[in-house]
């Protein structure tokens, strides 16, 4: 058996750049967690409709908020987004706790950020200022 001294951690995180709305968390009802769902194509209206909460939660983030999406949401405390509210958009930039980088966009112009707001629209209905934040979440 090997006995390790000292600090020790299996904690990681990642940061974000993510450019988005910013939103209450009031808007994030069950219902429009269902139609983001349908909206996004990737699963069945009535496969969505069938789904129990914890069942929702699981597609929720698998097809929505998991952060491999066009468009993704980033909620709570844990995503480093103010209590009450939520960011929906895209990520620009990740950087993960090993030091690796990645630049989700190529080129990031007013008309990017046109786009997204576009993306955001189709998927969700949600409208507003365009924001461009940094965010840290553990993983």
């Known amino acids: 058996m090997k006995i390790r001294n000292g600090f020790v951690s299996n904690?990681?995180?990642s940061s974000f750049v993510i450019a988005g709305l910013l939103l209450d968390d009031a808007l994030l009802t069950e219902s429009k967690k269902r139609e983001m769902i349908i909206t996004s194509g990737k699963m069945n209206a009535d496969a969505v409709i069938a789904l129990d909460?914890?069942?929702l939660w699981d597609a929720w983030h698998d097809n929505i908020a998991g952060g491999n999406n066009k468009i993704t949401v980033f909620q709570g405390g844990d995503d480093g987004i103010t209590d009450g509210k939520f960011m929906i958009g895209k990520v620009l930039l990740t950087i993960n706790s090993e030091g690796g980088s990645q630049w989700d966009m190529e080129e990031i112009g007013f008309n990017s950020l046109n786009l997204i707001t576009e993306?955001?629209?189709k998927l969700s209905g949600f409208v507003g200022a365009m924001r461009i934040i940094g965010t840290t979440r553990s993983c």
């Open 11 to 13: 904690s990681s995180s």
């Open 53 to 55: 909460e914890d069942s």
């Open 119 to 121: 993306d955001i629209k």
